[in-house]
């Protein structure tokens, strides 16, 4: 079974401050993928990024990055500089070929952002 | 940019009562997704559908739920006797083939409300 944590389930930050939200996971698959979506309050659910099992390389977009270390089984999401408009519940998510690409959704994080 | 549309935003409806929940998933994709969100929990995959057939289902799809593809625009999942606990956001999803890059993409979601 497939299993995503996000510990932190509610961050509160001042503008400008850098945050990183945690997520950890579980899968006995040796291909799978990676991804988080933010749910601002509006609802909807956001792509940000999808990383695959193969791909350990880092990524940064804009003020947004990702850390993924598959000897820990984490896939960390950073923001730099917050802005008010970041506060969300952030979702990390799993899938992968064998588990019938369905998304296994962890917690989520709730982050508030204050100006 | 394509994206994925569902409809109704909000629906109520009385305990008992059948509800259709509807989506347009992105013209070019070829899966197919129902997740659910209860207020203020993570997001739970139901179930997949793929060529005209359900893939994959998670225990909280039982013989109350079903899901079609009408024609080949709209995918729709109904409930058939809903009950209270069926109180939830749900999010159609769609993605491309697997060559393709295996992300899901979330519509704007119904938030159903049985009283």
């Known amino acids: 079974a497939q299993k995503v944590t996000q510990a932190q389930t509610e961050i509160s930050v ?17 291909t799978y993928y990676l991804f988080w979506y933010k749910q601002p309050p509006s609802g909807e659910l956001v792509f940000l990024i999808r990383r695959n099992s193969f791909d350990e390389q880092n ?5 947004y990055s990702w850390n993924f270390q598959k000897s820990t089984s984490s896939f960390n999401f950073t923001i730099t500089a917050s802005q008010v408009v970041d506060s969300a519940v952030y979702f990390c998510a799993l899938s992968s070929d064998n588990a019938g690409n ?6 989520g994080t709730r982050l508030m952002v204050k100006p | 940019e394509p994206e994925v549309t569902q409809t109704p ?31 203020g929990q993570k997001v739970e995959f139901l179930v997949s559908f793929y060529n005209n057939e359900i893939s994959e289902k998670s225990e909280i799809f039982d013989d109350q739920f079903s899901v079609e593809r009408p024609d080949g625009s709209n995918f ?6 809903t009950k209270l606990e069926d109180s939830a956001m749900y999010f159609c999803a769609s993605r491309g083939d697997r060559a393709y890059a295996d992300t899901q993409y979330f519509g704007p979601g119904t938030r159903l409300t049985v009283l």
Do not use: A
Not at chain 2, 76 to 81: A, F, H, M, V
């Open chain 1, 14 to 30: 001042v503008e400008k401050e850098d945050v990183t939200l945690d997520c950890v996971y579980e899968t006995r698959d040796t």
């Open chain 1, 59 to 63: 990524e940064i977009s804009g003020r």
């Open chain 1, 102 to 107: 369905m998304l296994t959704f962890g917690g």
């Open chain 2, 76 to 81: 729709t999942l109904k409930i058939r006797s």
């Open chain 2, 9 to 39: 935003s909000h629906q109520v409806t009385q305990m008992g009562q059948e509800v259709i929940l509807r989506c347009v998933p992105i013209s070019n994709h070829l899966y197919f997704y129902w997740y659910r969100q209860i207020l």
